[in-house]
């Protein structure tokens, strides 16, 4: 349910609004803009009366939200949310780049791609320090020995870092030591994580699962925000399909879904959706081209090497000339690349 609340509402008038619905033990969610004052009441508001409600001083209007996410939903906050990472703006008319390699492998690896990521204009440096891999007996990632190389070339290159966590118990370590903490598509519906994971206060990254709807993956959001934590980005790596020759298959239509029924920013994982690098740099400018708030790509300075996802790995040369043609398609399509 949104509660708009009159134009010319007094403090007192606002403050008795607010110890009403506390008194009947539903939580009020501030979603107000710069121009208007909006509430969000969750919780069951089936047994709220609409009658009874305009009856109290200084409400405007009252609306019940039909979807079942509530705080991710568009209804309840028509503004597009914008996070702010170390100064970075994501979301609104900007478009971000995140770069970096599928997995940290050395020190000398991973700091050798953040600086050339970062000259290229990536804003953010991507690298896994857990990898859940669908064969046990692949490589799984240095772990923490990773997480402190990727640190370390946050320190050298001034680049925010991005990782992807795995369980519950990594969580203090994450919320200390990252900036973005990344969900990946096998724990979109790990309610437990993300319940523990709106309890902090980083922005997540939340890819969306091999199979899971644009509804199911809207709900997940909002296990994360009902906790607390309302900075979340959403990220569209592509779904399972009958279709072998990529990887996924990247749902390009759900940038618009989104954008129409939330005000989350919604990224695009290329590499991931096709598999191939040669796919990478067209299903980048597709992203930008359907409004996108931004890109997750995997850059590798030896991708036939690499220990993960090697072939779907940019070189860094390559990232450079696409990020060129990106930087071309930005103001056409009225996006802002920092």
Request: hydrophobic share 40%.
């Amino acid at each position: 349910m949104i509660i708009k609340a009159k134009n010319n509402i007094t403090e007192l008038e606002l403050k008795n609004l607010k110890e009403y619905f506390e008194s009947k033990g539903f939580q009020l969610a501030d979603a107000s803009g710069d121009s208007v004052k909006v509430f969000g009441i969750l919780g069951d508001t089936s047994i709220l009366s609409e009658s009874d409600i305009y009856n109290i001083p200084g409400v405007a209007s009252v609306t019940r939200i039909q979807v079942p996410y509530k705080k991710a939903s568009k209804e309840f906050h028509p503004e597009k949310t914008i996070i702010d990472v170390n100064g970075i703006k994501i979301g609104g008319d900007n478009f971000t780049v995140i770069a970096g390699p599928c997995s940290v492998e050395s020190k000398d690896q991973i700091i050798s791609i953040a600086k050339d990521v970062k000259n290229s204009g990536a804003q953010i440096l991507r690298g896994g320090a857990y990898k859940p891999r669908t064969s046990p007996y692949s490589f799984q990632g240095l772990e923490l020995d990773g997480l402190k190389l990727l640190k370390e070339a946050r320190k050298e290159v001034g680049l925010p870092i991005i990782t992807e966590i795995m369980s519950e118990d990594l969580i203090p370590i994450f919320e200390r030591d990252v900036d973005i903490i990344q969900v990946g598509a096998r724990n979109m519906q790990n309610f437990h994580l993300l319940k523990a994971l709106g309890k902090t206060t980083k922005p997540i990254l939340l890819k969306r699962g091999l199979s899971a709807t644009i509804e199911e993956w809207l709900m997940a959001a909002e296990y994360i925000m009902a906790s607390g934590n309302d900075k979340v980005i959403l990220c569209e790596r592509g779904i399972r399909t009958f279709e072998r020759y990529t990887r996924n298959t990247l749902d390009i239509s759900a940038v618009l879904a989104i954008k129409e029924l939330s005000h989350l920013p919604v990224f695009i994982d290329p590499s991931h959706s096709g598999g191939k690098w040669s796919m990478v740099e067209g299903l980048s400018q597709a992203a930008l081209a359907v409004g996108a708030d931004g890109i997750i790509v995997e850059v590798h300075n030896d991708p036939e090497h690499a220990l993960s996802d090697g072939a779907q790995s940019l070189k860094p040369k390559r990232f450079d000339n696409m990020m060129e043609q990106l930087r071309k398609i930005a103001p056409i399509v009225g996006k802002n690349m920092q």
